[in-house]
C-alpha cells in the first residue's frame, strides 16, 4: 500500500496498543484507497510487542521509533516530517477504517478551496454514533459543559447527533482521532502545538487554522470505527489531570493569564460542587458507587493539583 509516491500520508501515532494497531492497518489494507497513499507508524516507546509485530505482519511500512513517550502532539509532527503526501491523515490507532474513508475525506478537501481540515462519522464499536466535533472553548461554555447543562440545551457542545448525515457540516473543532489537513497548511502553521503534550492540540490547531482564514468540517460520509482512550487508559489518573492541564494552556495560550485565572476558578468551583455531590448520587444510586469514588479521586486530584497547573 505504501505507494512511491502517495497523495495522502496516513500517520499512526501508538502507544502500547498492539491488538488494536494491527486491526487498524489491517482495515487499511482491506479496503485500500483509490488515491495513492503511505502509511508511517509513529512509536512513542512502547514496552508491548507492538514494533516487533509489526516489523512482523508489514515489513514495508516504515516505523520511526521514539526513545521516549513524546507525546501525541511531537509524534504527529515526527511522522509528518517524514511524509510525502499533500496530505496528511492523522489517524489513531484504535479505530478501523471503512471502505472509502479516506477518498471521502480527500475528495471532499480537493473540491473545497476554504476548507483546512475534514474529520470523519466516528461510530462506537457497537456500531453507534460517537461525538467527534466542538465549539471553540469558552469561559461561559466550559462553566455550562461543567455544571452538565447540555444535556438540557446544547452551548458548551454540538448537538452534532442531529446534524444531517449525507453532507458536510462546517464546525470548530474536529477531534484528531481521524483527521486529514491539507500539507500546506500544515507546514505554514507548523503543525502541532507540541507544548501540548495529550489533549487539546487539535483544539489548539483548529483554532489557527481559522484564525489563518480556513474552515474545519466534518464529513459525515467518511466512516471510521473508534474504539477510544486505549492508551490513555493505562494512566486514568494523570490523563484526567492532563485533560484539564491542556484546557488551561489552551485558554493561557489564546486568551491571556486573567481569563485563564477566571477559568482555574471556575474549575475549582465545580470540582469542589462535584465532591459535594457525590455522596449524594451514590446514596440515590447505590449502583454508582464504585464509579462515584473514581469521580471523587479524580476531582480530589484536580483540586490539589490546581495551584501548580
Not at 511500512?61 to 501525541?72: A, D, K, L
Not at 464546525?171 to 507546514?187: A, E, F, H, P, Y
Not at 486573567?258 to 457525590?278: D, E, G, M, P, Q
Request: with cysteine; charged share 20%.
Amino acid at each position: 500500500m505504501n505507494s512511491t509516491n502517495p497523495v495522502v500520508s496516513i500517520i499512526i501515532v501508538s502507544y502500547n496498543v498492539e491488538t488494536f494497531l494491527m486491526n487498524c492497518i489491517e482495515s487499511l489494507k482491506r479496503k485500500p484507497s483509490d488515491v495513492p497513499v503511505e502509511i508511517i507508524v509513529v512509536d512513542n516507546n512502547s514496552t508491548d510487542y507492538s514494533v516487533r509485530k509489526l516489523q512482523q505482519k508489514f515489513p514495508e511500512i516504515p516505523i520511526i521509533q521514539s526513545e521516549s513517550n513524546i507525546g501525541f502532539a511531537a509524534a504527529n509532527n515526527l511522522g509528518a516530517s517524514y511524509a510525502k503526501g499533500q496530505y496528511l491523515f492523522l489517524l489513531n490507532p484504535d479505530t478501523v477504517v471503512e471502505e472509502g474513508a479516506i477518498d471521502e475525506l480527500y475528495n471532499f478537501l480537493t473540491s473545497k478551496p476554504s476548507a483546512g481540515a475534514a474529520g470523519s462519522y466516528l461510530k462506537n464499536p457497537d456500531g453507534t454514533f460517537q461525538i467527534s466535533c466542538y465549539p471553540f472553548p469558552t469561559l461561559f461554555r466550559e462553566l455550562w459543559r461543567l455544571l452538565h447543562l447540555d444535556s438540557i440545551i446544547p452551548f458548551g457542545s454540538y448537538p452534532q447527533h442531529k446534524w444531517d448525515t449525507k453532507s458536510p457540516h462546517q464546525c470548530d473543532v474536529v477531534q484528531g482521532t481521524s483527521l486529514m489537513i491539507k500539507r500546506n497548511l500544515w507546514d505554514a502553521l507548523k503543525g502541532l502545538d507540541e507544548n501540548f503534550f495529550i489533549y487539546s492540540e487539535e483544539v489548539d490547531f483548529c483554532y489557527r487554522l481559522v484564525k489563518a482564514g480556513f474552515e474545519n468540517y466534518w464529513v459525515p460520509t467518511s466512516r471510521v470505527i473508534h474504539y477510544g482512550g486505549q492508551s490513555t487508559s493505562q494512566f486514568a489518573r494523570e490523563m484526567f489531570l492532563q485533560l484539564y492541564r491542556a484546557k488551561i494552556q489552551y485558554f493561557k495560550k489564546h486568551h491571556g493569564n486573567f481569563v485563564t485565572f477566571i477559568y482555574k476558578t471556575i474549575l475549582l468551583i465545580a470540582s469542589l460542587l462535584r465532591l459535594f455531590l457525590s455522596p449524594l448520587v451514590s446514596w440515590i444510586n447505590p449502583d454508582a458507587k464504585i464509579q462515584q469514588r473514581q469521580i471523587q479521586e479524580n476531582y480530589k486530584y484536580l483540586v490539589a493539583s490546581l495551584s501548580h497547573l
